[in-house]
């Protein structure tokens, strides 16, 4: 069974809530990856689009962009997500997760990325009466 910490941040608030998904309402975010977008009424924050940013498992091992899939492998990194080298050029080979959202995700890092509003107004264009424009091919009169 999934179950999820969504850490939400809203660039134009500049606020962070945090939520706590589980069970059947987790399921819309398995299988996703890093970058999407999803619409925040699958997730229970209706009227908002989010970007997936990031996560981490149960044991801290971050969700790296680059790698595909959402399996634990080791990776030589030079930098980014999972590693700050020390020194310039120092490399390293460390332990990372896949951009795929699974069950062994734990956290998830999602930014707002745009407010959706929440009325429903519909809007009917008026009709502005045109002239009729001239048929292509017909010459007019004046020629």
Known sequence: MAKFKLIVSDPASKKVTINELEGPKAQPLIGRELGEVVDGSLLGLGGKRLKIAGGSDKDGIP???????????????????????????ERRRKLVRGRM????????????????EEKIEKKIPSRKARPPSPAKGVKSSGD
């Open 101 to 116: 959202i699974t069950e062994e995700t734990y956290q998830l890092n999602l930014v707002v990325e745009k407010q959706v």
């Open 63 to 89: 969700m790296r962009f680059d790698i595909h899939g959402g399996a634990k492998k080791y990776v030589v990194l030079a930098g980014g997500t999972g590693f700050k080298p020390k020194s310039p050029g």
